[in-house]
């Protein structure tokens, strides 16, 4: 086979909200990390081991702002991309790496706050209707 695969498939919780970056001509990207866990039982002692790899995740454009509005720390996430390793020289003339996962499609799992949201939201939905004097607040909803 002359041909090659560079694809990439995680499902983890990101560890800390979508960072996005601005450019002059419009696009931008976001990024964040995701932790992907691998637990197993160690022979010896019997004790349950996990280990804890961190995945940094680039997204473009509309992607990108879609994940800044809806994902937040603690989510969990399925992607799909690509691996890109960048290297530069540090300030100290060490030579650096950093390998990131370009992602092309991805899909919102399950998250943590999904209860506490929609209860939050109903309960604020509710308060608003009791309240007469506050018709402004639906203005700062989320949808």
């Given at each position: 086979?002359?041909?090659?695969?560079?694809?990439?498939?995680?499902?983890?919780?990101?560890?800390?909200?979508?960072k996005m970056h601005h450019f002059d001509?419009?696009?931008?990207?976001?990024?964040?990390?995701?932790?992907?866990?691998?637990?197993?039982?160690?022979?010896?002692?019997?004790?349950?081991?996990?280990?804890?790899?961190?995945?940094?995740?680039?997204?473009?454009?509309?992607?990108?702002?879609?994940?800044?509005?809806?994902?937040?720390?603690?989510?969990?996430?399925?992607?799909?991309?690509?691996?890109?390793?960048?290297?530069?020289?540090?300030?100290?003339?060490?030579?650096?790496?950093?390998?990131?996962?370009?992602?092309?499609?991805?899909?919102?799992?399950?998250?943590?706050?999904?209860?506490?949201?929609?209860?939050?939201?109903?309960?604020?939905?509710?308060?608003?209707?009791?309240?007469?004097?506050?018709?402004?607040?639906?203005?700062?909803?989320?949808?």
């Amino acid at each position: 086979m002359s041909g090659s695969l560079n694809k990439v498939m995680l499902i983890g919780n990101l560890g800390d909200e979508v960072k996005m970056h601005h450019f002059d001509g419009g696009g931008c990207i976001g990024r964040f990390p995701i932790a992907t866990n691998e637990s197993y039982t160690n022979k010896t002692t019997g004790e349950k081991v996990t280990n804890t790899e961190w995945h940094n995740l680039v997204v473009k454009n509309k992607a990108a702002e879609v994940c800044e509005k809806y994902l937040k720390k603690g989510d969990k996430i399925y992607v799909e991309g690509k691996i890109k390793t960048k290297k530069w020289q540090s300030e100290d003339g060490v030579q650096r790496y950093s390998t990131e996962i370009h992602v092309f499609e991805f899909n919102f799992l399950s998250t943590k706050n999904d209860s506490s949201t929609d209860s939050s939201l109903k309960n604020n939905n509710q308060h608003q209707s009791e309240s007469s004097n506050e018709t402004n607040q639906a203005d700062d909803l989320p949808f």
